[in-house]
């Protein structure tokens, strides 16, 4: 069945949390389907190790939801500019076969692939105008303005920075027009660098992008004391690769899982910054048709729910306690994450690059 563009935007709009803007997109939509032409959504990931829950299920239904909207992906494989962040001390060939381990749990994520294609970048660097435009991007921003995305790489201090974590804005933004890409579609973090795009573009003769930010899961401990609102706190509670205890892994064992929720903030009656809720709204409720939760019968008994938004209105009543919620969550957490253990276990493939960064993993810890 045809979607309407309204039915289009709406589920668009399932995904962004931040849309720039509503009416550049149904302009978008409407030429496009107009001109029989595709319309391209881009996103990049730096191969940076392991791969937590928010990159695979989550990113998986993100993906979902845009292609049924019509839209075709393109998942930019950002090993150059990895290696321009320092990531594992710049080797190529290691940051390659740590892309190839992501690409490997996206195909197990129940992601519709027949509407995704995977780019590396260090095929589209081979190409000179891809740095014509690099050129351009720079030759059109200054310094400053540079500077301030560098929150696209978690990099805050900016007076520690290299000629090469200079040159990964210019060179995302150059991803953008390169692909190309007509809707950006990452994270909220990585807004600054979509706006540089949008400012650039009509000084180097491109369409502007639309900006389609999704929502960045919280870090499972508790919200770190700061005075930040809006994108920029948003960005701070987001879940870190940097503190495995801080997310849920594609790759977690049972026992992982278990411990990591049990000792998850979780306030009684707080549905607002509370990461096992969120781990509710934006993954388990999307991925199963009832939520279940066992409890004895003193304690109000088993109970079903059919929505999230029913579940958080008890549990901000206090007819749900966290003692009766995390339980739950392991649950359904575990079910979910067990085709992909089980993938990892039998693939050979799939096993050698996952034990490949594993083995960078405790390599980098031993460093430490």
């Given at each position: 069945?045809?979607?309407?563009?309204?039915?289009r935007?709406?589920?668009?709009?399932?995904?962004?949390?931040e849309?720039?803007?509503?009416?550049?997109?149904?302009?978008?939509?409407?030429?496009?389907q107009?001109?029989?032409?595709?319309?391209?959504?881009?996103?990049?990931?730096?191969?940076?190790?392991?791969?937590?829950i928010?990159?695979?299920?989550l990113?998986?239904?993100?993906?979902n939801?845009?292609?049924?909207a019509?839209?075709?992906?393109?998942?930019?494989?950002?090993?150059w500019?990895?290696?321009?962040n320092?990531?594992?001390?710049?080797?190529?060939?290691?940051?390659k076969?740590?892309?190839?381990?992501?690409?490997?749990?996206w195909?197990v994520?129940?992601?519709?692939?027949?509407?995704?294609e995977?780019?590396?970048a260090?095929?589209?660097v081979?190409d000179?105008?891809?740095w014509?435009l690099?050129l351009?991007?720079?030759i059109?921003?200054s310094l400053?303005?540079?500077k301030?995305?560098?929150?696209?790489m978690?990099?805050?201090?900016?007076?520690?920075?290299?000629?090469?974590?200079?040159?990964?804005?210019?060179?995302?933004a150059a991803?953008?027009?390169?692909?190309?890409?007509?809707?950006?579609?990452?994270?909220l973090?990585q807004?600054?660098?979509n706006?540089l795009?949008?400012e650039?573009?009509?000084?180097?003769?491109?369409?502007?992008?639309?900006?389609l930010?999704?929502?960045?899961l919280m870090?499972l401990?508790?919200?770190?004391?700061?005075?930040?609102t809006?994108?920029d706190r948003?960005?701070?509670?987001?879940?870190s690769?940097?503190?495995?205890?801080?997310?849920?892994?594609?790759l977690?064992n049972?026992?992982?899982?278990?411990?990591?929720?049990?000792?998850?903030?979780?306030p009684p009656?707080?549905t607002?910054?509370?990461?096992?809720?969120?781990?509710?709204k934006?993954?388990?409720?999307?991925?199963?048709?009832?939520?279940?939760?066992?409890?004895?019968?003193k304690?109000?008994?088993?109970?079903?729910?059919?929505?999230?938004?029913?579940?958080?209105?008890?549990?901000?009543?206090?007819?749900?306690?966290?003692p009766?919620l995390?339980?739950?969550?392991?649950?359904?957490?575990?079910q979910?994450?067990?085709p992909?253990?089980?993938?990892?276990?039998?693939?050979?493939?799939?096993r050698?690059?996952?034990?490949?960064?594993?083995?960078?993993?405790?390599k980098k810890n031993?460093?430490k």
């Amino acid at each position: 069945m045809t979607l309407t563009i309204d039915e289009r935007i709406s589920l668009l709009k399932e995904v962004g949390e931040e849309i720039i803007n509503i009416d550049e997109l149904r302009q978008l939509l409407q030429w496009k389907q107009d001109n029989n032409e595709i319309i391209y959504a881009y996103d990049g990931f730096e191969p940076s190790g392991n791969i937590h829950i928010a990159q695979g299920l989550l990113r998986a239904l993100n993906v979902n939801k845009i292609t049924k909207a019509g839209v075709r992906f393109k998942f930019l494989i950002a090993d150059w500019h990895a290696a321009a962040n320092h990531k594992f001390g710049g080797d190529l060939d290691v940051i390659k076969k740590v892309g190839d381990f992501f690409m490997e749990v996206w195909k197990v994520c129940n992601m519709d692939l027949s509407k995704v294609e995977f780019i590396y970048a260090s095929e589209i660097v081979k190409d000179p105008a891809y740095w014509e435009l690099v050129l351009k991007i720079a030759i059109n921003s200054s310094l400053n303005r540079v500077k301030r995305c560098t929150q696209i790489m978690g990099r805050e201090d900016v007076d520690t920075l290299t000629a090469s974590q200079i040159m990964y804005p210019l060179m995302q933004a150059a991803d953008i027009f390169y692909l190309p890409g007509n809707i950006c579609q990452l994270g909220l973090d990585q807004r600054k660098v979509n706006m540089l795009a949008r400012e650039v573009a009509p000084k180097i003769n491109k369409p502007k992008p639309i900006s389609l930010s999704h929502h960045m899961l919280m870090g499972l401990g508790k919200p770190p004391d700061t005075d930040l609102t809006g994108i920029d706190r948003a960005v701070k509670l987001k879940m870190s690769k940097s503190d495995p205890d801080s997310a849920i892994f594609m790759l977690d064992n049972p026992t992982d899982v278990k411990r990591k929720i049990n000792k998850a903030y979780c306030p009684p009656k707080e549905t607002v910054e509370n990461p096992v809720l969120e781990y509710c709204k934006y993954i388990i409720f999307e991925l199963i048709d009832t939520f279940e939760i066992e409890r004895p019968d003193k304690y109000g008994g088993n109970i079903k729910y059919k929505s999230y938004e029913d579940m958080a209105n008890d549990y901000a009543q206090g007819k749900l306690n966290p003692p009766d919620l995390k339980p739950a969550v392991i649950k359904y957490l575990n079910q979910l994450l067990l085709p992909i253990r089980e993938h990892f276990e039998k693939d050979e493939k799939a096993r050698a690059l996952y034990l490949f960064v594993e083995r960078l993993y405790m390599k980098k810890n031993t460093k430490k």
